[in-house]
Nanobody, 120 residues
Framework: QVQLEESGGGLVQPGGSLRLSCAASGSLWSISTMGWYRHAPGKERELVARIFSGGVTNYADSVKGRFTISRDNAKNMVHLQMNGLKPEDTAVYYC??????????????WGQGTQITVSS
């Protein structure tokens, strides 16, 4: 069984910074794409950022220039550095990874989510 666990969420003032981390554990063999999604109340879940195995990244237009995604393949981790946070960034942030177990196919996994609240 593969599990993803997020950490680093919390309450922060507008303009502040947070760093999210997500660690994958279990009988995994390799990880392809890693990403972060967020889901605010009353809104559709959206892709925040993702990073492919080769290092290419995608960002939502709303976070470009403020957020940076990175990965540590040796530790099976993905990070999201969040700078210049705005109230509209408030949401539950979910880690997402495509994981291969043994010789099986890649499957998509989700973390439980971590709350980010940006408020003064």
């Amino acid at each position: 069984q593969v599990q993803l666990e997020e950490s680093g969420g919390g309450l922060v003032q507008p303009g502040g910074s947070l760093r999210l981390s997500c660690a994958a554990s279990g009988s995994l063999w390799s990880i392809s794409t890693m990403g972060w999604y967020r889901h605010a109340p009353g809104k559709e879940r959206e892709l925040v950022a993702r990073i492919f195995s080769g290092g290419v990244t995608n960002y939502a237009d709303s976070v470009k220039g403020r957020f940076t995604i990175s990965r540590d393949n040796a530790k099976n981790m993905v990070h999201l550095q969040m700078n210049g946070l705005k109230p509209e960034d408030t949401a539950v942030y979910y880690c997402n990874m495509d994981v291969r177990i043994g010789t099986g196919p890649y499957r998509n996994y989700w973390g439980q989510g971590t709350q980010i609240t940006v408020s003064s």
